[in-house]
């Protein structure tokens, strides 16, 4: 960040208003970007008159240039938040394990994982891990 002349506080941050809009906007052109990458890969799936192999291989590096590209974002504007990603990504992975029941998952006629009875959400140990007091 320090290179690109961003901020990278040390400390969870409000960032100023300019710096927010950019993070945001950036992230919405890398969204926008998976967006198109969806398409091509759906496209190259359906297009069996040509040489299928070569089309969603180039598919699929964009699609994982796409995703590459948001993860990139993303952790730019976590630091640019003061805020240590890496942290809360382990925080909220331990809620979702929480999730299984007896090992598996219970999902939603759409496919979404549900939450189990008694589970509790990951606001509260990454409150504490970003501002202190103990985790979980």
Same mark, same amino acid.
């Given at each position: 960040? #320090? ?7 040390? /400390? ?9 809009? #950019?993070?945001?906007?950036? #992230? ?6 998976? &967006?198109?990458? &969806? ?26 240039? +796409? ?10 504007? +976590? @630091? /640019?938040?003061?805020?240590? !990603?890496?942290?809360? !990504? ?26 189990? @009875? ?9 409150? @504490? ?8």
């Amino acid at each position: 960040m #320090l290179a690109g002349d961003q901020d990278a506080p040390l /400390t969870p941050t409000v960032p100023d208003s300019p710096a927010a809009w #950019l993070r945001m906007n950036m #992230l919405l052109s890398e969204v926008n970007e998976y &967006k198109e990458a &969806k398409s091509d890969c759906y496209q190259a799936k359906l297009n069996l008159g040509t040489d299928q192999t070569t089309t969603q291989q180039a598919a699929l590096v964009s699609m994982a240039d +796409a995703l590459a590209d948001m993860v990139y974002v993303i952790y730019g504007t +976590a @630091a /640019t938040y003061g805020i240590d !990603l890496d942290n809360v !990504l382990d925080i909220v992975h331990d809620a979702n394990m929480r999730k299984l029941v007896d090992g598996k998952v219970v999902k939603d006629e759409h496919g979404k994982i549900q939450k189990p @009875a008694g589970w509790t959400p990951p606001e509260p140990e990454i409150k @504490a891990a970003m501002f202190g007091g103990a985790r979980g």
